[in-house]
């Protein structure tokens, strides 16, 4: 209802403004089982309560599009990360723990959640470029798109890559139920042609090159962090 309020308001009080919707590639759950490219025309089948809210938002602001409502476009972005990514989230909360290891803590213990689940990792930076280039562009207005990249690689790929870009080594992997999904989305592989047609848009960030600046994100944070709670000299 959040998100409806904010779009009747919008409508009701800036008719010009362009309203993007960060939906997400939730709203399709396992579609994309059978390994193909999932389309913006596949049909929303969410897995997950937020996948379903997300359609919820997606489905309703599509309505308001052909009603001539509100002008702007939605985005259904597959997975990303980055610097200043939430250590809550999977593959950040893998640099988070092993950044903690590299600032001293002597703890080898990694825990992780499903690593067989495949997904199509993008750099966040190249996200928010994809969403610049429609919101500029005003043949975006009305439609949807994808928003990703082009392997995809099981989850225990990230986890293995940030290990080795940490130089840790004797790190142990442990499952941690928290952390696993019971039901969760086994295979997702995006087309993002119409992005691609419309903008020009391709990523330009290689996922090494991610994963290494996320994980230096977490060692700075961490590192400033014990620098500033240490006593003072006297």
Not at 54 to 67: C, G, M, N, P, V
Not at 112 to 139: C, E, F, H, P, S
């Amino acid at each position: 209802m959040g998100s409806a309020n904010l779009i009747q308001a919008v409508a009701d009080n800036q008719p010009e403004c362009k309203f993007m919707f960060c939906s997400t590639s939730e709203v399709y759950g396992n579609v994309g089982a059978d390994r193909r490219k999932i389309k913006i025309t596949d049909m929303i089948m969410p897995a997950n309560p937020y996948g379903a809210s997300k359609a919820a938002t997606d489905l309703y602001l599509q309505e308001r599009f052909r009603s001539k409502k509100i002008r702007g476009f939605i985005t259904r972005a597959f997975s990303h990360t980055g610097p200043r990514r939430g250590r809550t989230f999977s593959i950040s909360s893998d640099a988070f723990q092993l950044a903690k290891m590299v600032a001293g803590d002597p703890n080898r213990k990694l825990l992780v959640g499903n690593l067989k689940t495949v997904r199509v990792v993008l750099d966040v930076r190249d996200t928010i470029k994809a969403y610049y280039l429609l919101m500029i562009n005003d043949q975006s207005d009305g439609r949807i798109f994808n928003v990703c990249g082009d392997i995809p690689r099981d989850m225990g790929y990230y986890t293995d890559t940030l290990i080795a870009l940490s130089g840790l080594e004797n790190v142990v992997k442990e499952v941690c139920p928290n952390f696993y999904r019971p039901i969760d989305i086994h295979y997702q592989h995006g087309d993002c042609n119409d992005l691609v047609l419309l903008t020009g848009w391709k990523p330009t960030y290689d996922i090494s090159t991610t994963l290494g600046d996320l994980l230096a994100y977490w060692v700075k944070k961490l590192t400033r962090r014990e620098d500033q709670s240490a006593p003072s000299k006297p």
